[in-house]
């Protein structure tokens, strides 16, 4: 599905789940929640902090709770889809629009709003340093303009580009991985930006 650029497009081009969007929708909206769109999805946001998205996908219809992990969850509703990666983000999925429970969708909803308000939330994990493997840092001390955009970048795309040369297992492969990302350290653009949106 591509990305929408409100909610109504998001439902209206959705292949499936449109009556239960609609329905979300309209329990979402019952609260305290500013609606808004962010990574092409629907998501409602409380004095501008994330609270819940909604994502329909083939076999189930998602919404995600971004501080899941601190709600009480008495129903049991509640799963980490990518256990290890995730700490705060919950999904609660429903395979049938009858799983859908306005009353407790909401006592949810007020909960994860009193999150904020409380100013209570699990940060994202502090990530290592940047490895940057040796011939890298080799060739980024001969060539001080690419060294300065290397720093300039963020530490997602230093962590591309430091892997790509570090994931080659013989010396030829990282020296021609070297000379084809150097000159796009030096634009200051990542590895893998033109796959971004």
Sequence with gaps: MKRAKSVDEYIKTSDNWRAELKQLREILKGTE??????????????EGKNVI?????????????HQGALLKDDKKALINAQEGVTKALR???MH???????AIIKRYVKEAIQLVKDGKSIG?????PVAVPPELQKALQK????????????????????????EAKRKETKQSRIAKVMPMIKTGIGLHDKYRC
């Design 33 to 46: 929640l500013t609606e808004e769109v962010k990574w092409g999805a629907p998501c409602y946001t409380y």
């Design 143 to 166: 060539n001080k303009a690419a060294a300065q955009e290397f720093e300039s970048l963020t530490p997602g795309r230093q962590r591309e580009y430091a892997d790509y040369v570090s």
């Design 124 to 128: 994202p994990a502090k990530k290592k």
């Design 96 to 102: 049938s629009a009858s799983e859908i429970k306005p």
């Design 91 to 93: 999904q609660w999925r």
């Design 53 to 65: 998205g909604v994502a329909a996908f083939k076999s189930y219809l998602g919404l995600w709770l």
